[in-house]
């Protein structure tokens, strides 16, 4: 087109100062915490709690970045996500007991299928009944999503029994891998890996496929897609869906995590993904990775340095960055 | 093509936004072919009317024909299908994804054609230097255009500007009126453009509406009105070439 | 209603009011028995703490999920006074002026971050927040007693022991704290109403409106949520103190648990948010389900269908309750005083 005078293109500006953070973190807690070993364990624990967070939390910032619908019941999903799990157990006993990775992973997939199932289909119910009939009046979402939490934790003791019921790991996920002084768990590897996939899939479909445009375009302004003629309604109802199915997954990650299933697991989580939210950026992927990576990541640093203040450490932990950035680590940029 | 029937009336419409009485009974056609263009002083009511027409905010009374259907009631995505690209006042360009992915997304029907691409960077040589960057480096007239490319990144039966003008310098404005002369030229295309700038409106305005209170008070050629000294003072207060 | 001119504005809504007057005032002598005056004593107490939460939520229009964390530093702060200094008088008065200065500092702070952030994330981090500040009560074990909390004893005259009048009636030092419980609930109580209905409420009602409106007819948006902010945890601390004085207890589970929290919630949107009159409402309606609804579930859970009997189990009553929650939020969006007095 137009060739000679050469034109200087603004620079890319790349906001790579969140991505230092953990790094600096687990650098910073070396001296504090001495031994190395330790830390190591520390740190992958951290990671691995971290990864399971962000799945949990991950649909929760693209619901509420899309259609600014903050749903407080998001942690009935991650409740039932790992009762729905526990359910199958004794289907897949044969392969959680088989003392090989591929029949524990099998085991695992067919649980995660099943659980992502339920809360997607559940998801949809509760989106369509509850959700749907108070857009647009914040107040009256947060009432009426709390409200549909407190019943299904309600129904859960109903059908489960209020006391924890156990969960246990499939037989080769226990246990740790050794080298040298430094001890590794098995399963934290697995949940890393896991996470990893989720976070590197959710990437693609969001950068690559025109789904994933309308998504962040929606985010950004919800409106102006309507005008390009998109229903941005439908597209809403699919992350919801999606959402859930992730806060599905997220709860039987951490019910294997813990080891334990009780009925109020899924708030306590929720409280965290809260958390991880808010420093994140509401709508950012990205930035919910980093958070669920520092908020995990410090409660572990915490859990042995200053036992008491470990979620005292997360309130410190977002005030902090809010201080730095008010609406988050990546904030996205709003009409 | 002939005069027949309008591409788009509004009869008697009304809208209220929460308690405030906006449009008041608006009357409007746009014939086939040729730029309208929409004037009034602020307030009077002008990106209401767009956004009516676009579904943004529903009729409380009257209604919106565009090219023989109703879509007074419709839902703003079913309204874009029908034909009509919005350019809003704010651009609602998406400034964090790149200038490719804004006009991606703006082709509904697949990949953008290649013809039609390179007739935009001709247009406006901007955005093809920008094209992988994310759109939020953009300055505020190279943004004006990639709003107005995203609207021409496929044929459209009709579309609607809103203020394309405001807040830009001379030198752009230039360029922008280059781009719509053009887009004229092309057969099918009727513009209704909202502007506050008359240098932009007597150049390419082919008819003009004038609105004031919510209702329109002068439709006509635009060669009448900017001829019409007194008339141009009695509709807008002001002598119209003094205000650019 | 006495102080404010805020009349209940309904013949029902005046008439249940008085009702529930009524039976609160001669509790001791109308319905004989601890476990009636319990009762009364609870929504007492409730109707504050539940109406300094409409304060926030439905005069101001701030979705705060911490509200209960001032619940806890009142009833701790009267407690562990109590606990450590002796049953007196000026234990009462130190613990309560320390709570309450603890309250409003906290609450002053919380209301500032308020304002750097959108007011959902605000609800998002006041959960946060108020997680922490239960685990952390129920952590520092040695200075709170952790868990199990911190049983005391109360000054002389409001000890059973303590006989003023042995005919017509028993007026003992129970009936005496009741008493007190009483007063200082209904006191609370209209003060709330005279605040709501003075010209400060009346911007701050204009601000839960619109906020933009507010803001360019001049009010300082800031000060005006700082202090109901600071009003409504002095409430809920005051609120605080009386239950620990009447439990002789003081504890997490009791004062800080998400149940709480939860219940307060229930209790306003039930009652109706923005009305004052609805926290007495909601607080009755709540505790007198609480406490009976269970025996009348136990009768219907002894049937014989299979799952019948654990969804009508006693305890799980706040299951029909969050039921009746998510209907009155669609349903009746100003709650049964809203259908009461038949606004639209």
Known sequence: MSAGKTFKLPARRRDIAPLLLVPLLALAALPLIGSFSTWVTLTLAGVAMGMIIFITASGLTLVFGLMDVLNFGHGAFISIGAYAAIVLVPLVSGLMQADSIAANLGALMALIAIAMLVTGVLGYAFERIIVMPVYGQPLKQILVTVGGMIVAEQLIIVIFGPVQLVLPLPTAFRGSLVFGDVAVER???????????????????????????????????????????????????????????????????????????????????????????????????????????????????????????????????????????????????RR | MSDGAPLLSLTGVNTHIGPYHILQGVDLEVRRGGLTMLLGRNGAGKTTTLRTIMGMWHASAGNVRFDDADITAWATPDIARAGIAYVPENMGIFADLTVRENLLLAARSGPIDDARLRWIFGLFPALEKFWPLTAGVLSGGQKQMLSIARAIIEPRKLFLIDEPTKGLAPAIIANIIAAFSELKKSADTTILVVEQNFLFAKSLGDAVAVMDNGRIVHTGAMAELAADRDLQHRLLGLHLDQHQ | MILSGDPPRGRTLALLLTVIFAGLALAPFLFPGMAALNVAAKICYFVVLAASYDLLLGYTGIVSFAHTMFFGIGGYGAGLALYNFGPSWSSIAVGTAAALVLAVALALVIGLLSLRVRAIFFAMITLAVGSAFAILASQLSSFTGGEDGRTFRLPEALRPGFQVLNSPVAVNGRVLTYYLVFFSSLILFLLMLRVVNSPFGRVLQAIRENEFRAEALGYRIVIYRSIANCLAAAAAALAGVLSALWLRYTGPAVTLSFDTMLDILLMVVIGGMGTLYGAVLGATIFVLAETYMQSLMAVVSHASLPLLPRLFDPDRWLLWLGVLFVLSVYFFPFGIVGRLRKRH
């Open chain 1, 187 to 333: 399963y934290r590897l697995i949940a890393v890996a896991v996470g990893l996939v989720i976070f590197a899939a959710m990437l693609l479909v969001l950068n690559r496929t025109r789904l994933g445009l309308l998504i962040r375009a929606g985010v950004e302004n919800g409106e102006m897609v309507e005008a390009l003629g998109y229903h941005t309604r439908r597209l809403f109802v699919g992350v919801f869906v999606a959402g859930s199915a992730l806060a599905g997954l997220g709860g039987v990650m951490w019910g294997f995590y813990r080891e334990a299933l009780t009925p109020r697991m899924g708030m306590d989580v929720m409280v965290l993904a809260f958390i991880v939210v808010v420093i994140g950026g509401l709508g950012s992927v990205g930035g919910c990775f980093i958070g669920a990576l520092l908020v995990a990541v410090t409660a572990n640093y915490a859990g042995f340095l200053a036992p008491k203040l470990a979620l005292g450490s997360n309130i410190l932990l977002m005030a902090l960055i809010l201080l730095w950035r008010s609406r988050g680590l990546y904030p996205v940029t």
